[in-house]
């Protein structure tokens, strides 16, 4: 039996840029961070020879191709796997709410098929084999920030090429500025989960408007690691997010509602520099920078929502158990 447990993200800036209307023209740019909520796999051979995959669902098939769950299946087919096994999964935060759990998921998959079959995998090797099932195979209009962010962990600067090519590079910053920057960063469940895709393919259909605003995107992400790297002035990293927050708005009319815009605006009258909804817009988690002295403040204006702790993780995916006939 192999369990993985693979962090969900946050992504400061440059979503859009990732997408392939976008990086085959020009290099998008991405800051994105892994926190400590996670999705667990657990993967274990089946006596037999059907496969039971339990999710918000259980079903049991005869063989991998009758799968439903489209990332189950296509990450067997993939990796050619034939023999019977019992697959788990349970996660820390609701699917489609914005914070990568659908690439989370198919990473962790990944990882623990291969260390099922006893191969070594690495974190570069793990998202593109993710991106390749979500975005070659299964044909989801999203992007690959969520997939790399996944496997890699930590906070990173994350860069898209023309040629599909992906460099991932940590975003160097000391101890204390990220203990800080997590310090000053609340989270907030506002709900009405949605899938990515669906926005997605309205911000692609505009891409000749959007290119612009998604340039703009890519220059606060650059900004947003000048910030932490330098560490100086980490209220400025708070601006940067309303910046990112108003250009992402422009994107699709989709993206915010008059629910999401009340909350957010609440949040800032009470003290917030900034903030975003995360993910591709309308549900799921509204992140907000406020300073220490003012978090209350910014609690009571929203004490409707639920508040979810979280730190950063500086690691991706990783394999937490072996059973012992896999020694």
Known sequence: MIITRTPFRISFAGGGSDAPWFYREEPGVVIS???????????KE?????FRVSYSQTEIRDQAEEVSHPLVRECLRLLSVNQGLEIVSIADLPAQSGMGSSSSFT????????ALNGHASNAGQLAREACHVEIERLHEPIGKQDQYIAAYGGIQCIRFFPDGTVSVDPVICGAEVKRELS???MLFHVGGE???GDIMIEQSARAAANREAVRELCRIAERMRDVLTLGRDLNSFGHLLQESWNVKKTLARSISNGRIDSLYLRAIEAGALGGKLLGAGAGGFLLFYAEPHLQDRVLSALREIPEIEFGFDPHGTKVIYVGEDHF
Do not use: D, E, Q, W
């Open 33 to 43: 961070a892994a926190i400590n909520k996670y999705m667990y796999l657990t993967v």
């Open 46 to 50: 089946r006596f037999g020879n059907t």
């Open 107 to 114: 990473v962790g998959l990944l990882s623990a098929l291969h």
């Open 183 to 185: 310090r000053r960063l």
């Open 194 to 196: 949605r899938r990515a």
